[in-house]
Structures are given as C-alpha cells and as structure tokens.
C-alpha cells in the first residue's frame, strides 16, 4: 500500500466514510493517476480539468458520476494533500434578463 493510499483511508475512516464511499474514492485517485501515468500528488488543476472534458466527451459518464468523481479529487486534494481546491465554479449560462433586454433591444 502505497504513503497516499494509506494517509487517504485513514482521512477517510477518521471522518466515518462508509467502505462503499472509500473504495469509490480511492478508484478514483487511483483511475486518475494511471490517467496521467504519475503520481496524483504531481497533478495539479490542469490535469483535473483535463480529466473532467474526458469523463464527459470520451467516457460519457453521467453528470453525477462526474460529480462524485471530482468530490473524490477535491477530498484527495484537500483532506489527504492539505492543497487548497483551485477548480472554478461553472458560471451560469444563463443571461442576466436586463442584459437579454439589452441584446435584443426589448
């Protein structure tokens, strides 16, 4: 068992995940780092965002399987790593309705 994977689990336990949950999200730090073919400490944000457009274009996951998969990234990377999560928010696509006012001149 590798420093990370242990330091990981024991994040895990002390917080009460269920075994079902850390499987899961040692899955997903371990899928990530073959990803990439290094460690997961060496991957940064370019790399997460990488990994999200895959799971979405090639993979075709679901919205919430994505979802559970950067929950487990940010939980790597802040509970086990102590790095501060850097990923932006999606913006909304929706337009301010006085900006849609303006565009088409209503």
């Known amino acids: ?3 990370l994977r242990k330091m990981m689990l024991e994040e895990l336990e002390r917080r009460n ?3 079902a949950t850390a499987r899961c999200y ?3 730090v371990e899928d990530f780092s073959k990803r990439f073919k290094r460690s997961p400490d060496c991957l940064g ?6 990994y999200r457009a ?11 399987t994505v979802t559970q998969r950067l929950v ?11 790095k ?11 337009l301010h ?10």
């Open 54 to 64: 895959e799971l979405f274009k090639q993979r075709k996951l679901s919205p919430a």
């Open 97 to 106: 309705r006085k900006r849609l006012f303006r565009k088409f001149d209503l």
């Open 72 to 82: 487990a990234l940010r939980f790597f990377c802040r509970e086990t790593l102590k």
């Open 17 to 19: 995940y269920s075994e």
């Open 45 to 50: 944000p370019e790399h997460i965002r990488e």
């Open 26 to 28: 040692i899955r997903t």
């Open 1 to 3: 068992m590798t420093r």
């Open 84 to 94: 501060t999560w850097t990923l932006p928010r999606r913006r909304c696509r929706h």
